[in-house]
């Protein structure tokens, strides 16, 4: 979290007796799906608008997997909640939790995300850990064993970032190169074949790249400059390249350099440009698009006229937005996890409820969860 002072310098510094303002609260609120509990609120019965979790503010980062939740706390502890079949919550057993379980006592974890079945996490040493599912080498240990609790990928201090896609990851290295393993059967891993990884393999040679986001079977990534790139399974367009074709290795996007936030969903993605407009291309059903539609695109379209799109999440058939005022909109397909309270698609963004506070998205496979 950054704090901002306006002015600046020591020029006009006015000394008052006002009350420093309080902290900001971080609440966190989850909707959608609960068979297993992954809403954590105590219970599995499933809500259509946004339920608080608990009255705890420090949350601070969420992930949604396949049906089960992970975050981070302000104080770097991890917590873990929903289904455990694959001992996706790292409790070294695989029972489901209906509520957010501490993982461990560790106190310095920094970044994580979720898979299909898998948890992928950075600690402030900038090391690397999973636990979870591991038939396809997602877990990055150099096997296919499935662990029940973190396990460090390797011994290296220089991981930036992680996206953990349905059964494969990508990752940036603090020095600009991207790294990829799992399963790979559509070249989803940008290696320029069809073969498995079960540790991080360096994709090309290039030390430019700064964000990265792996779906189901395609990734996409931002370089440094701006330009946007994307490889892997392209059966709906979701490469964004205009045509179907499958690519093993990353393919620019056209030739903007103004792209400057990602998500890869199921069969399509969205992103965000610097001038805060939202595009999204791929599979186009239920209206995940937000076009208006259900119609496939293979080249991005831009949604609406809004140049105040600010933070993105995709998943398998819907998805959440942040805008700059701090309201939240989803949709897609609905079944209740699109927050508006019933359970009716949507093919354009839709405001959920009035509140202005939101900071934080995450969306599993149905459902959802929200900082504010």
């Not at 209906?98 to 993982?103: C, I, K, R």
Request: aromatic fraction near 10%.
């Amino acid at each position: 979290m950054a704090v901002t002072f306006s002015g600046g310098g020591y020029a006009g510094v006015v000394i008052t007796t006002t009350q420093p303002s309080p902290p900001p609260e971080f609440y966190l609120w989850s909707w959608g799906g609960n068979d297993y509990g992954q809403l954590g609120l105590g219970n599995t019965t499933s809500y259509s608008s946004p339920k608080q979790i608990g009255a705890l503010t420090t949350w601070s980062t969420i992930a949604g997997g396949r049906r089960f939740c992970a975050a981070i706390k302000t104080d770097g502890t991890v917590w873990t909640w929903g289904n455990n079949s694959y001992a996706a919550l790292g409790l070294d057993d695989t029972a489901n939790r209906s509520s957010p379980v501490q993982v461990g006592a560790l106190t310095n974890w920094s970044k994580i995300d979720a898979g299909a079945n898998y948890c992928a996490t950075i600690k402030t040493d900038s090391t690397m850990w999973s636990w979870g599912q591991n038939n396809y080498g997602q877990l990055g240990l150099g096997n296919i064993t499935y662990r029940s609790s973190p396990v460090q990928i390797g011994a290296l201090t220089n991981w930036l970032t992680v996206s953990a896609g349905y059964t494969h990851c990508t990752a940036i290295k603090t020095n600009g190169t991207l790294w990829g393993w799992g399963l790979n059967t559509t070249g989803q891993l940008g290696l320029t074949d069809e073969t498995n990884r079960s540790s991080p393999v360096q994709i090309g040679a290039l030390t430019t790249w700064l964000i990265v986001s792996a779906g189901y079977q395609h990734s996409v990534a931002i370089k440094t400059d701006g330009t946007l790139w994307a490889w892997g399974v392209n059966t709906f367009g979701q490469l964004g390249l205009g045509s179907e074709a499958t690519r093993y290795s990353p393919n620019q996007i056209g030739a903007l350099t103004t792209w400057s936030g990602i998500s890869a969903g199921s069969q399509h993605t969205m992103a965000i440009k610097t001038d805060g407009t939202m595009w999204s291309w791929g599979r186009g059903s239920s209206g995940r698009l937000g076009l208006g539609n259900t119609t496939y695109y293979s080249s991005p379209k831009q949604i609406g006229a809004l140049t105040t799109w600010s933070k993105i999440s995709a998943t398998d058939f819907y998805n959440l937005a942040i805008k700059t005022d701090g309201t939240l909109w989803s949709w897609g397909g609905n079944g209740g996890r699109l927050g508006l309270g019933d359970t009716a698609d949507r093919s354009s963004p839709v405001q959920i409820g009035g509140l202005t506070n939101w900071s934080t998205i995450a969306n599993g496979t149905n459902h959802s969860m929200a900082i504010g």
